[in-house]
Nanobody, 121 residues
Framework: QVQLVESGGGLVQAGGSLRLSCAAS????????MGWYRQAPGNQRELVAT???????NYADSAKGRFTISRDNAKNTVYLQMNSLKPEDTAVYYC???????????????WGQGTQVTVSS
C-alpha cells in the first residue's frame, strides 16, 4: 500500500556532511507530519527531527544547529541535511510519515526500512 524508501546514508568522517532522503509512495491521500528517527546499537529509537505539512519543524537537542529537515510536498519527500557530523551520530536512521490512505479514515504512522549512517573519528 505505502512505501517509504530512504537513501543517502553511508560512511563519513567526523565533521563531514550527509543528506538523507525519504520518498513516500502508494495510495496516499495526505501526509501530515514527516520525520527522522535514529537507533544506535543497544539504544532505543529516538527522535531526530520532524516537520509538519505546513513546514513547522522540531529538533532533538543533539540535532539543533547541525541538522536541517525539509520536505517537498509535491514529491512526498522529506530530507535531512546533516552537517558537522560526530561519531555519536552513528546509527540507523529511519524515516517516518503520518499519513492517510486514499479511501480510508484516519492517519497512521509508517516507517522506512532504515539507512545506516556511520561517522568515523
Amino acid at each position: 500500500q505505502v512505501q517509504l524508501v530512504e537513501s543517502g546514508g553511508g560512511l563519513v568522517q567526523a565533521g563531514g556532511s550527509l543528506r538523507l532522503s525519504c520518498a513516500a509512495s502508494g495510495s496516499i491521500y495526505s501526509i501530515n507530519a514527516m520525520g527522522w528517527y535514529r537507533q544506535a546499537p543497544g539504544n532505543q529509537r529516538e527522535l531526530v527531527a520532524t516537520i509538519s505539512s505546513g513546514g513547522s519543524t522540531n529538533y532533538a537537542d543533539s540535532a539543533k544547529g547541525r541538522f536541517t529537515i525539509s520536505r517537498d510536498n509535491a514529491k512526498n519527500t522529506v530530507y535531512l541535511q546533516m552537517n558537522s557530523l560526530k561519531p555519536e551520530d552513528t546509527a540507523v536512521y529511519y524515516c517516518n510519515a503520518r499519513l492517510q490512505l486514499s479511501g480510508r479514515w484516519g492517519s497512521y504512522d509508517y516507517w522506512g526500512q532504515g539507512t545506516q549512517v556511520t561517522v568515523s573519528s
